[in-house]
């Protein structure tokens, strides 16, 4: 699934916040899949290495990945791969969500 998939107005509720795009893509790869590199995240995005490692960079300070290092299965040259905190998100968006209502 990508983001490309998910309802208009949900994609369009995201852009009103100020959620790019890209940003929305690679959530949805995220979301997918588990332990995945920067590599597979360009290919299934459509991001460049330097949009992707920026998007990642800031959910990495939000604290909603979880990155490993260790040999990639294809190469087995050492690198990083990601996986999205699914709970850690949520909670994110609850917070954002109770400042939107003034709590």
């Given amino acids: 699934m990508t983001a490309s998939d998910w309802g208009e107005q949900t994609l369009h509720g995201a852009e009103a916040l100020g959620v790019a795009p890209g940003m929305l893509q690679l ?13 597979q995240l360009m290919s299934e995005s459509g ?16 604290e909603v990945l979880r990155v490993e290092y260790g ?19 949520e909670e994110l968006a609850w917070e954002v969500f109770e400042q939107l209502q003034g709590r």
């Fill in 47 to 62: 991001l460049s290495r330097n949009g992707v490692q920026r998007y990642l960079n800031l959910l990495i300070g939000l």
């Fill in 71 to 89: 040999a990639i299965e294809v190469s087995f040259r050492p690198g990083r791969r990601y996986t999205l905190l699914p709970e850690r998100l």
């Fill in 27 to 39: 959530l949805a790869s995220l979301r997918d899949r588990r332990r995945v590199t920067v590599g």
